[in-house]
């Protein structure tokens, strides 16, 4: 469709007219400007909802909210066009066969051995020995071999020793869909473990004595102590309520040397809608600091957050200081159970909050253990209720942490964005379905491609500059403040505005540090070098031929250092009262920023961020985060050409 | 007077400092007349606590037995607590806290009696003189002058003695315009903008009265700032309908019959009583020990705190915007224009100026736009957030710009040579400090009080090499341009490293700040022995040459 307007968020009449294209894959907007060509791609498993609005004199307005938090506004000019792109995009946004998903076509240009190798950066079994199991205590189990016992469990489970296959079978039948008490971590320092199960079919007074000796069994794997925590992360009433249903949580007195406790972290239908007002407020044009701030309260959003972030560091405490065992469930232990296992993990264990670390961690607790992605985060046209930001929450956690903590992770917060984003972009196939034997049948590993491997050939951007291995903090146990007053829980622009540059920092700390970094190891090469020329010509007095080619590389360097502080920036809407005096000339101020035009040839090239994976690109490149290494390429939206219309304009 | 005699009791041992983050420490109490003093009794390591009577908001004591609780709220928003065992003790040691820490006299205050430990390199009461800054001006335009028409303080006692002007205005007309406007601060130059010739100036309200008084001269001044054709922009940091209100009080706006070349823009600051208000109601909700969220969020809001920053950044940023966009000479007040005036003309330049983000460039702001302009500092920092006496004329005015300033530098993190400690500095010795650089409310008192003559400048301990370094910023690379920042809420923060300064362990912030140090300072090593080794090589390089030759 040609003559489409795509129009800027923040204000109405900062427009650019187009040309929309659909693919089998992507919506596409290239830019009629005739230089720079822009071009806007969107993956149709990131479109979370389109809306067709009344038309208007101008046209027909389409708004495509995304997954990954993009918003594109697009004025068709004639109705009919427009109700054409509305219908396929609907149906184009909501496949109804895994098969007609991107992972599926993607291709990356590597062979099959390169894939197969991929599928095997990220194992399971060498992390289950890297903590120290099997051992005297824990073992691994076959009863699940088959998906027999429970179809959402991978086939290899790690259960106490004392746990015979009669007590597990037995276990399992006493819980919601068979999820019985499994090892999600274990703590060699102390052997305290972390197990993970869904609720007991409990109902008012049943009991299992099969479920009974599980736990006991756990208790029993860790001879330091003499009772288990059994957390039950939903609030005391849902837990309540769920015994009219048959299901309910563990009676303290049934089960011998248990200690209970209920974590009040709500459901996904909670979380959905909360999201949901969140990015209203997001969403809202120039909103007053009250209507953010109280919009932010209001969604609940922050106190979610803190709700699992304070279970995880529970967990964390009586794992490494109290040396007591835990087991965790909510109702079918895939969420929240899920969120809690793998904060607290990530907390005890530095391992996790490496780069390689991190991705061992999703894949254990969450793809594992049968997270569903496929029902969460609506990959296939599904049930709109099954809907639930549950990873999300997980992965802003570790932002919250990685701001209390600046220098204890390895990654950056870009690697927790691009997660996110392909989480809901099945372009790779490790989070297609709701379960490890759905994934084996649908043969993922043979069709698709990994997403670790991906990230890891690309891993230099997502290094934290301020990460170094040997820092206190990178260390043993994290113990995050909680308090409000002692950390400030923020909200994440980064994340939830992260299409709307304008608002963030100008500079960027990190990438800075990043490209200091890369001189710095250039520097030390070249000294190398250098000292080692110095050493021959000293001996030898010979060699001076090569000088020449070291003074470009040189002049090189210095130009990838300066290139971080071009900043490509125009003032907001400050004030509507300016429209109405009309003393602008309209030449003005566009020579004045000249220093600003040079970011321009990057625009192409920065915008199409990550929802621009072409067929013919290998997979991300978003350009926009790879101003280190990439030279002269701070990535701006606002560069000096249009800059001076944009100033005034009001909403 | 003597302090001896508010002292009722110089020492007490066994006392137990609480702090947050810290384990209690058991030692020795003393006071003098300035200082409470606070030393551990470990010989291991002797911890010692110096707290400036003048930084102490306020007390509260409390008594369990016979053993009594002083719990000290500074200005610097840090709570100690101090246990002292005897009633009567802790009872003497209140009150003389109490009455040291609220003396009436400037004289008696600490920079009257501070004797400096360091060699004066640089005296900082003559580093930032408007002569040397007209000096820069007018290698660039011819248009303005310095005028000496307030060299006693007679024409307008909040002005400095010496001010820049339009070179078309005589001192004569300066008078008349003097009596044109609130308290005589008539429109004097604040910044010019080299790039494109355009003037920010600042005044107080025009006195127009119910009647529509008019003064041809103040008519004069205000559009010789005006290229020829040209129009400009008055930003009026009060709403329209207090603007007007003010008429029937004297004082009033410009109006577009006797201003035709101005247009008028009403942007809304809030000030004084509200300002304090809303700092003491941030401050209580950051002590809130409670983990409830929403609570947080909810006090957060209540305060309001960070509106005022929004509403300030943003009347700033249009100030810049018209200068720099619109090519438009500015002129700022508000009604005595010793305050918000003050707030957008500083963040404006702020903005616009790179000099202005460079530390000595910051120094030369705060004295110019600040100190030299009349901000009433004695009046507005006489208290703090913990303090009970809600005086009307207490506000928290700097601390904004403080914390704006603070937003731009987060948002623009390499373009400041200063860091986030040096902001928080200059907010401590505004309310608190050994040096007499923030005492007095202009420099008329100043004058008077001889602060020159016996005290020391801040500037004059910040400004040794020793002192510097703390503060630069080491992220810095110069950058020449305007900088615009992004006002929207999701931009904005709190300024943690104020209002949480003291109730969030600081250590691991610190080692990421030592870890960004280090980077860069490898760096730049490494830089140096490369480029050492390099020149080495081509000198006997050369040499070599010439021996073949």
């Known amino acids: 469709v040609e003559n489409v307007r795509l129009l800027d968020r923040l204000s109405s009449r900062r427009a650019v007219l187009g040309t929309l294209y659909l693919t089998a894959t992507h919506v596409i907007f290239v830019e009629n400007g005739s230089e720079t060509r822009k071009e806007t791609w969107v993956l149709h498993s990131q479109i979370s909802s389109i809306e067709k609005q009344a038309t208007t004199a101008t046209g027909c307005p389409l708004l495509i909210r995304c997954k990954n938090f993009q918003v594109i506004q697009l004025v068709i000019p004639q109705e009919r066009d427009c109700h054409d792109v509305y219908i396929s995009l609907i149906r184009l946004a909501r496949p109804v066969k895994y098969e007609e998903l991107y992972c599926f076509s993607f291709n990356p240009k590597l062979d099959k051995e390169e894939r197969e190798q991929g599928w095997t950066l990220v194992d399971l079994n060498e992390e289950y020995n890297r903590m120290g199991v099997p051992n005297n205590y824990w073992q691994i189990s076959d009863v699940n071999r088959d998906y027999g016992v429970c179809d959402s469990y991978p086939t290899e489970i790690y259960v106490p020793k004392s746990a015979t296959a009669h007590i597990i079978v037995g276990s399992s039948k006493f819980r919601s869909r068979r999820r019985f008490p499994a090892l999600s971590y274990y703590c060699k320092g102390n052997n305290a473990s972390i197990c993970r199960s869904s609720q007991p079919l409990s109902g008012f007074s049943a009991r299992c004595l099969e479920d009974e000796q599980m736990l006991q069994a756990i208790r029993k794997a860790n001879p330091g102590s003499d009772f288990i925590y059994v957390v039950d992360t939903r609030p005391k009433l849902n837990a309540m309520a769920n015994r009219a249903a048959g299901k309910g949580y563990e009676n303290e007195d049934n089960y011998s040397n248990i200690k209970f406790q209920f974590i009040g972290i709500e459901n996904i239908h909670v979380m959905r809608n909360s999201l949901q007002k969140m990015l209203e407020v997001c969403e809202l044009k120039s909103p007053s600091m009250s209507d953010f701030l109280w919009g932010l309260e209001n969604s609940g959003w922050l106190k979610h957050i803190k709700a699992i972030m304070d279970a995880g560091i529970f967990i964390a405490k009586a794992v490494a200081e109290e040396g007591v065992s835990v087991l965790v469930h909510c109702s079918d232990g895939w969420d929240r159970t899920a969120q809690v296992c793998s904060v607290a993990s990530l907390l005890l264990d530095p391992y996790y909050r490496t780069m390689k670390g991190f991705m061992v961690l999703i894949e254990k607790d969450w793809v594992s253990f049968g997270h569903k992605f496929n029902h969460r985060y609506g990959n296939l046209d599904g049930d709109p209720k099954e809907i639930s930001p549950v990873i999300d929450q997980f992965i802003e956690c570790v932002w919250q942490l990685m701001e209390q903590f600046p220098c204890a992770f390895e990654f950056n917060e870009r690697f927790l964005i691009h997660i996110q984003h392909h989480i809901y972009s099945c372009q790779f196939g490790n989070f297609l379905c709701n379960s490890q034997k759905e994934r084996r049948e649908l043969k993922i590993k043979e069709r698709t491609y990994s997403l670790w491997a991906h990230l890891w050939k690309n891993r230099a951007d997502y290094l934290n500059p301020l990460y170094k291995s040997d820092h206190s903090q990178t260390q043993g146990t994290l113990h995050p403040q909680i308090a409000p007053c002692n950390f400030l829980y923020k909200f994440w622009s980064g994340m939830y505005n992260r299409f709307e540059k304008g608002l963030h920092p100008r500079q960027s700390v990190t990438d800075y540090l990043m490209a200091v970094k890369e001189e710095t190891q250039q520097l030390e090469e070249e000294l190398e070098i250098l000292q080692e020329r110095l050493a021959n010509l000293q001996k030898s007095q010979s060699g001076d031929n090569k000088v020449k080619n070291k003074q470009q590389d040189r002049s090189k360097q210095s130009g990838l250092y300066t290139s971080n502080n071009i900043l490509a920036n125009t003032p907001q809407e400050y004030s509507n009262d300016l429209k109405s005096f009309p003393s602008r000339s309209p030449s003005q101020g566009d020579e004045e920023d000249s220093a600003l035009i040079l970011t321009q040839d990057n625009l192409k090239s920065s915008d199409p961020d990550l929802s621009a994976n072409s067929d013919q690109e290998s997979g991300v490149e978003d350009l926009s985060c790879r101003s280190p290494s990439g030279g002269g390429c701070l990535p701006s939206e606002d560069s000096g050409k249009d800059s001076d219309e944009a100033v005034f304009l009001a909403g | ?549």
């Open chain 2, 1 to 549: 007077m003597e302090f001896a005699e508010l002292i009722k009791t110089p020492r007490a041992d066994n006392v137990t400092l609480h702090r947050p983050f810290h384990p209690a420490v058991e030692g020795t109490l003393c006071l003098t007349g300035h200082h409470l003093i606070f030393s551990s009794r470990r010989h291991d390591n002797a911890e010692e606590l110096w707290l400036l009577h003048s930084n102490i908001d306020s007390i509260e004591k409390r008594f369990l037995g016979s053993l009594g609780t002083i719990a000290i709220k500074c200005k610097d928003l840090r709570i100690i607590q101090l246990d002292i065992p005897g009633m009567e003790e802790c009872l003497n040691i209140a009150s003389s806290i109490e009455a040291l820490s609220t003396l009436d006299s400037v004289t008696l205050m600490y920079p009257f009696f501070y004797r400096p430990m360091f060699e004066v390199v640089e005296d900082g009461w003559s580093s930032f003189l408007l002569e040397q800054e007209f000096e820069h001006l007018s290698s660039v335009t011819n248009e303005w002058r310095l005028s000496c028409v307030n060299k006693d303080f007679s024409v307008c006692p909040s002005y400095p003695p010496v001010v820049i002007v339009p070179k078309s205005m005589d001192d004569e007309a300066l008078r008349k315009v003097a009596l044109f406007r609130h308290g005589g601060r008539f429109p004097v130059l604040s910044y010019y903008h080299k790039k494109n010739g355009m003037a920010m100036m600042r005044s107080s309200q025009p006195l127009t009265g119910t009647n529509g008084r008019r003064c041809k001269e103040d008519e004069k001044l205000v559009n010789s700032a005006l290229r020829s054709g040209r129009r400009g922009f008055v930003i009026d940091t009060r709403p329209l309908h207090v603007a007007q209100q003010a008429r029937a009080k004297g004082g009033g706006f410009e109006q577009e019959v006797y201003y035709p070349q101005w247009r008028r823009i009403h942007k809304y600051i809030e000030r004084f009583n509200i300002l304090q208000e809303s700092f003491i109601k941030l401050v209580e909700a950051c002590n809130d020990q409670s983990h409830n969220m929403d609570r947080w969020l909810s006090k957060l809001e209540a305060s309001n705190w960070l509106t005022h920053i929004k509403e300030l950044l943003t009347a700033a940023c249009l100030a810049a915007q018209c200068i720099d966009r619109e090519g438009a000479s500015v002129l700022v007040h508000g009604s005595e224009g010793t305050d918000s005036t003050l707030q957008v003309t500083s963040l404006a330049q702020i903005i616009l100026d790179p000099r202005c983000r460079t530390i000595r460039g910051f120094e030369a702001l705060v004295v110019r736009e600040w100190l030299q302009a009349g901000h009433p500092f004695h009046q507005r920092c006489a208290q703090s957030a913990y303090s009970n006496s809600k005086q009307k004329w207490e506000a928290p005015v700097f601390l904004l710009f403080l914390e704006c300033v603070w937003q731009i530098h987060r948002q623009f993190p390499c373009s400041f040579e200063f860091n986030e400690q040096f902001l928080i500095m200059l907010f401590e010795h505004a309310y608190a400090s050994q040096f007499g650089t923030f005492l007095g409310n202009n420099e008329n008192e100043r004058a008077k009080l001889k602060l020159p003559q016996k005290t020391m400048s801040l500037w004059s301990w910040v400004n040794r090499p020793e002192e510097l370094s703390r503060f630069q910023n080491p992220l810095y690379e110069a950058n020449s341009l305007v900088i615009w920042p992004s006002v929207a809420p999701q931009s904005l923060q709190l300024w943690e490293g104020v209002f949480l300064r003291w109730n969030r362990p600081s250590k691991f912030l610190k080692e990421a700040e030592e870890e960004t140090i280090n980077i860069i300072k490898y760096n730049k090593e490494l830089q140096a022995k490369v480029n050492a080794l390099r020149r080495q090589l081509a000198e006997m390089e050369t040499d070599e040459e010439a021996q073949e030759e």
